[in-house]
């Protein structure tokens, strides 16, 4: 069964940071591009950042561009989130998401087979 498994979610204070992690199980992926959304209440889910399967290609959003880095070990089949300079704004449920092997990472959750059950990320102001 693949499971997509977050953590690092929390209350943190504006201008804080998280560093959120997830962990892929079920079957590696390696060659998968994977990303991160989230969902704030009353909003659709969205973009956040992506990655290519080396690592060695990443992709943000605007609006976190510059505070937020994505990395991945693949060893440790886990995907990082390491998120700066939190605002109340990133206020949201994070997801975790990847792509079936040899894809290319994209900003469309659709396009995003396999998803964890996210963690919530609170900043208060």
């Known amino acids: 069964q693949v499971q997509l498994v977050e953590s690092g979610g929390g209350l943190v204070q504006a201008g804080g940071s998280l560093r959120l992690s997830c962990a892929a199980s079920?079957?590696?992926?390696?060659?998968?591009?994977m990303g991160w959304f989230r969902q704030a209440p009353g909003k659709e889910r969205e973009f956040v950042a992506a990655?290519?399967?080396?690592?060695?290609?990443?992709n943000y959003a605007a609006s976190v561009k510059g505070r937020f880095t994505i990395a991945r070990d693949n060893a440790k089949n886990t995907v990082y989130l390491q998120i700066n300079s939190l605002k109340p704004e990133d206020t949201a449920v994070y997801y975790c998401?990847?792509?079936?092997?040899?894809?290319?990472?994209?900003?469309?959750?659709?396009?995003?087979?396999?998803w964890g059950q996210g963690t919530q990320v609170t900043v208060s102001s």
């Open positions: 079920g079957r590696t992926f390696s060659n998968s591009p």
């Open positions: 998401a990847a792509r079936t092997a040899f894809t290319t990472d994209t900003v469309f959750p659709e396009d995003y087979n396999y």
């Open positions: 990655i290519n399967w080396s690592g060695a290609r990443t």
